[in-house]
């Protein structure tokens, strides 16, 4: 039974006051995009909480992280944990979003952008998909007033390469695949090995607050390199980003019934009027016209050759503009935000600002070098009027970075994991990507998850108004 018309909207905490900055001002986006464009031109530094040093975790007494003074975390959620009798927890930790709080006990959803891992299903029959597979979801509660993990289970199993996704305002979360497979293709697992698969995926999957998931794929929206998801909630539109290269589409799913994706709905993507390409050669400030065009087929994910591609192929041959690599994507104060990690002139990043309002678009942030920020990814508004950047680059060591609301980008915490045996893991996983960065209900703590070996940490401390 859906109780959507007696649910509370879900509520992140306002970022975006105030509208300041070139480009900005037109469109009222306040201080996110102000923030951003300040970090592109290199004027936006901040000291954020000062300098970083390796804390132990409160967990295994391990330095893990180095943090600002005065903050601590616990790490939880661990691959190879039991979370159910005789099954371990998977690894690869990947997307995560806070889908409910009773009391002090907050739940979560965590990805698991599992692919070629042997092993078939790790969640319940009623909630797997596709037995062969392992990907998945895994449903974790912590108690926040003890900062205590409390216990996770299988939530959603047999699905492949679940990467990014997004929380909905009725306490469910949104389990994005990453990869466009049809049933009958094959599938080089591993140098012996070639698997046929006996299902289609590139699918979203809906798993709730409490218990399982029905493991049905919500094919209107589409078969494709799914990344995030974000819900509107002023009228239940699910806007998504699409992980593909050369060419990727931005898209919106209208539902026919908003809280009931499973009814079906229309799918589009969108076109900036005048630039069918925005991969590169643009400026912070340009403004643009929107609107969207239809995804005729939305389950028709492959090309001709049966790779991927084929809705934004279908997208761009129907006049959708085309990004690259689309990525994180959240909605504030009725703007829509969404990162192209490898988008602009040096190939490191940028950040757009739909308002759906006005039906425009507007470029607010490019990193202009690896120096500025390298790769951005997942991202989420802070409760303290900032926002929180997963990075996941090539850099030999990866971070969480903050932007306070004055412009200025700062590093909040750094990977410090190098391991000689804890829990059968062993050497130097400093270059292994955050992600899943969300904020419990009542802003005292930040999770997030460390992709390989796999864990999620719990982050608290002296947080600071104007920051993150």
Not at 25 to 30: E, F, P, S
Not at 215 to 244: F, N, S, W
Request: glycine share 16%; net charge negative; proline share 6%.
């Amino acid at each position: 039974m859906n109780n959507h018309d007696q649910t509370p909207r879900f509520s992140r905490r306002r970022m975006l006051q105030g509208s300041l900055g070139l480009g900005v001002a037109a469109l009222g986006l306040g201080p996110v995009g102000t923030l951003l464009a300040k970090a592109g031109s290199g004027l936006g530094v901040s000291s954020g909480y000062g300098p970083l040093a390796p804390v132990r975790d409160r967990a295994t007494g391990l330095a893990l992280l180095q943090l600002p003074a005065g903050f601590e975390y616990i790490s939880f959620g661990w691959a190879g944990e039991e979370i159910a009798p005789g099954q371990a927890c998977p690894g690869k930790h990947d997307g995560m979003g806070v889908v409910g709080a009773e009391g002090d006990i907050v739940t979560l959803v965590r990805n698991h952008e599992l692919t070629s891992e042997p092993g078939g299903s790790f969640a319940p029959a009623s909630a797997t998909y596709n037995p062969d597979v392992r990907g998945g979801t895994v449903t974790l509660r912590f108690d926040t007033a003890r900062g205590q993990f409390v216990d996770a289970m299988p939530s959603l199993s047999g699905t492949l390469v679940n990467c990014a996704g997004g929380v909905t305002p009725w306490g469910s979360w949104l389990s994005c695949e990453e990869i466009v497979l049809d049933a009958g293709q094959k599938v080089r697992v591993s140098k012996d090995y070639v698997h046929e698969m006996t299902h289609s995926h590139g699918f979203i999957f809906e798993v709730p607050g409490k218990g399982l998931s029905r493991a049905e794929p919500l094919l209107a929206m589409g078969q494709m390199k799914h990344e995030a998801a974000a819900v509107d909630p002023r009228d239940g539109i699910v806007y998504l980003t699409e992980d593909h290269k050369p060419y990727a589409g931005f898209y919106r799913f209208i539902p026919r019934a908003p809280g009931e994706l499973h009814r079906g709905g229309r799918l589009q993507m969108l076109r900036a009027e005048g630039a069918p390409d925005l991969r590169t050669g643009c400026r912070v400030g340009d403004v643009m016209k929107v609107r969207w065009v239809d995804i005729d087929e939305p389950t028709k994910g492959t090309d001709s050759d049966g790779g991927p591609g084929g809705l934004v192929r279908q997208g761009l041959a129907n006049g959708g503009t085309a990004f690259i690599r689309l990525e994180g994507v959240i909605v504030e104060q009725g703007r829509v935000f969404f990162i192209s990690t490898s988008g602009g002139d040096a190939g490191c990043g940028q950040m757009w600002a739909y308002r759906p309002d006005e039906g425009l678009l507007e470029l607010v942030f490019e990193s202009p070098s690896r120096d500025v920020l390298d790769y951005p990814d997942n991202i989420v508004a802070s409760p303290r009027g900032g926002l929180v950047i997963c990075e996941d680059s090539d850099q030999p060591v990866q971070r969480l970075y903050g932007l306070d609301r004055a412009g200025g980008l700062f590093e909040f915490c750094r990977s410090n994991v190098v391991l000689d045996g804890h829990r059968g893991f062993s050497g130097d996983f400093r270059n292994e990507e955050w992600a899943g960065a969300c904020f419990s209900p009542d802003g005292r703590w930040l999770f997030a998850n460390v992709y390989e070996p796999g864990f999620t940490v719990a982050i608290t401390g002296p947080w600071r108004p104007g920051l993150i």
